[in-house]
């Protein structure tokens, strides 16, 4: 473009893209697979997305600090997307905010650093430095496992379950479990779509699936009391 006397903020360098494995690659097609569902699901449904935050756009990242064996230790605390949308449930004037954080999860870590990135994630939402950094009190930690096949897919995610109820357990935080959930994510636009619409998530803790927004009638059932993965405003 730049011979054509066009200002571009960037182009693509085939060789480039010779330096990342396959997976890596896989791993940036989910999450950008993961916008464009979610921009789909909320033209269709009574929801609105009213900000995302993938991974490649975060200049200055979260950051937790820590004392580890006797010194102060920071370490960056990235989601993969970060996104925030909105429900207005029917006949009502209560607002629902669902804050989703996303993981994609390519098999890459043993147990000892899967288990410490859980651990990080816990620290970063308790401590407030998330609260702080994202403007938002809720959370949803939403792991999609990816692989070759679906046996493998599955398999990766009842191991994340187990692992990250270990830690739940551990930390004496078992009430913690409904803010994860997990579930899988192929290369299907139209299979991927049911991530938004239907019961296709396991929590740490249970094997029945259940649905990434909870049903609307729930709110109600609560007397107006907020869940830990949502916040709820009141129109004017």
């Not at 979260?62 to 960056?76: A, K, N, V």
């Not at 949308?85 to 098999?107: K, M």
């Amino acid at each position: 473009m730049e011979d054509h006397g066009l200002e571009v903020s960037g182009w693509y360098r085939p060789e480039r893209a010779s330096h990342y494995s396959f997976s890596i690659l896989k791993h940036h097609l989910a999450v950008t697979q993961v916008i464009v569902i979610l921009n789909l699901f909320v033209r269709n449904y009574p929801f609105q997305l009213i900000e995302t935050r993938p991974w490649f756009t975060v200049a200055d990242p979260p950051r937790l600090t820590q004392w580890i064996e006797g010194q102060e230790t920071t370490i960056s605390v990235i989601p993969d997307l970060w996104a925030y949308v909105e429900r207005t449930p029917e006949n009502s004037s209560n607002i629902q905010g669902f804050a989703l954080w996303f993981e994609i999860d390519r098999g890459t870590e043993a147990k000892a650093k899967f288990q410490q990135f859980i651990i990080n994630r816990i620290n970063f939402v308790r401590y407030k430095g998330y609260e702080t950094f994202f403007n938002a009190s809720s959370v949803i930690f939403v792991f999609l496992a990816v692989g070759a096949t679906m046996e493998y897919r599955l398999a990766r995610l009842h191991t994340m379950r187990q692992w990250t109820m270990e830690v739940l357990t551990n930390e004496h935080i078992p009430d913690w479990a409904p803010l994860f959930k997990f579930s899988t994510i192929d290369e299907s636009l139209y299979d991927s779509m049911l991530l938004m619409t239907d019961p296709v998530f396991y929590l740490p803790d249970s094997d029945t699936l259940v649905p990434l927004f909870p049903p609307p009638q729930n709110e109600e059932d609560t007397h107006g009391q907020t869940t830990p993965a949502q916040e709820t405003h009141t129109n004017p």
